[in-house]
Every structure is written in C-alpha cells, then in structure tokens.
C-alpha cells in the first residue's frame, strides 16, 4: 500500500504545542493532513506520535494514529529516518506491506498538487529511489558572507567575489515539506551498492517556509495572508 506518514512529536520547546497550535484557524496539523487526502493517492494517512492531544487532533482531522511512537523515538535528538522506520515497520506487521510512502512535516504551504507532482517524478524517473521537495536559495551561496569576532565579514568564496552572480550555479535546500520514498526502488540501490540519493522538486520560494521558531511562525502567518488569504484557497491554479 502507499501511505503518507507525518511524524508530529509532542513536547516542542521551541514552540510549545506546535502541531496542535491554531494556525489561520486551524492546528497546524490539519495542513499536511488535509494535502494528503485531498490527493486520492494514499490507502491511509498515518500520524506518529507519542503524544493523545496530536493524535486527536489527527484522528478529527481525518488521519489515522494508530499506535504510540515509542518514547526513544520522541526525544529531541531523535532523527527522522526511524520515525518512519518504525512505522513503515508497524503497518507491514499489522496492516499491510507499505510499497511506498511520502513522509510530511506539518507545513501548511504544503499542497495536494505539490505532492502529486512529487508522486509523477518518482513514477516517471527510471530507478528513482527518493523525491524531495526544494527551493532556491535567493542569493547565490558562492557569494556567502562569514562574520569574524571583531565584526568584520569577508568572503567564504573569494574566489567568487568577482564572478557576476548570473554566472553562478544555482543551489537549492530542503523545503521542509515531503519527501516521497519507493522502497522497492531503495531496496534495489542497496542490493547494488549504490547510494540512495533523492531526486529535488522544485517548489516556488513564496511556497516555502520552514516553522521551528516563534520568528518562523509569525513569517509563515505573514506569508500565508499574503499569498492565500486567511483561509485561502492553496489548491488553487491546480
């Protein structure tokens, strides 16, 4: 089966209740949730969590959170990858075998469409294993600055201080949104000693806002009224 997962621990310090906070008027949670199933392409939308409000919050929301994270996958330092280990793990012991997941962050830029373009490119592109979604950067990383104690900046690249920005390859980073995954293609790499690399979907930099500060959320909150509205239509233009 194909399967969304979004990984929603509770317990966030750098903002308190952050998957469950009113965002436009409804949890953030809603929003990657609500992409997913306005998809048509998921047997279930699966929430992780180690925390009763957040899987509440899902279960009204339409998602499914049907089991506990264990508490050594809830901490602060726990990665990703075995969040979604573990419930690619559960659903294959309890449900059915996951072909293929799309792993969400509670996003609200996070669209339906984005999502299914990020299915077609992982369909449609022989032998991949991984699609992500990125961004540009908006000024050329070549050209980045380092600040020494006494306050003074110099080039990190000098070698590029002279180079016309227009001359400079583009470079991109992670949007935060989703990251699809064929496990059968993994499987594949592994078997022959390649390294699993993802393949980047380029998403617009006004849809891309990652919220892991209370400067995030309120940049987010502008961005949101700004190109959608409060309460806005994300899906449109599909």
């Not at 979907?201 to 940049?219: A, F, K, S």
Request: charged share 20%.
């Amino acid at each position: 089966m194909i399967v969304a997962i979004i990984p929603a621990r509770g317990g966030s310090k750098r903002i308190p209740g952050k998957n469950v906070k009113p965002f436009f008027g409804k949890p953030l949670l809603a929003y990657p949730i609500e992409a997913a199933l306005g998809t048509g392409l998921f047997d279930a939308v699966i929430v992780s969590t180690d925390d009763a409000a957040i899987a509440e919050t899902a279960r009204r929301h339409g998602a499914k959170a049907p089991f506990v994270r264990p508490a050594e996958l809830a901490d602060d330092h726990a990665p990703t990858q075995p969040v979604l280990d573990h419930a690619v793990a559960w659903l294959a012991a309890n449900e059915a075998p996951v072909t293929a997941y799309c792993a969400l962050y509670a996003n609200p830029f996070t669209t339906a469409a984005t999502i299914e373009r990020g299915y077609d490119l992982l369909r449609r592109t022989p032998g991949a294993c991984v699609v992500m979604g990125v961004t540009d950067f908006g000024y050329p990383i070549q050209r980045a600055l380092r600040r020494g104690p006494d306050g003074r900046v110099s080039y990190l690249h000098p070698e590029y201080a002279l180079t016309r920005s227009q001359d400079l390859e583009p470079a991109y980073h992670d949007a935060a949104q989703f990251y699809w995954h064929d496990l059968a293609a993994i499987a594949a790499a592994g078997a022959r000693g390649e390294p699993v690399l993802a393949h980047g979907l380029v998403i617009p930099r006004h849809l891309c806002q990652d919220i892991d500060t209370p400067e995030d959320w309120d940049l987010a909150e502008r961005l949101y009224a700004a190109f959608f509205g409060a309460g806005g239509d994300r899906e449109a233009g599909r």
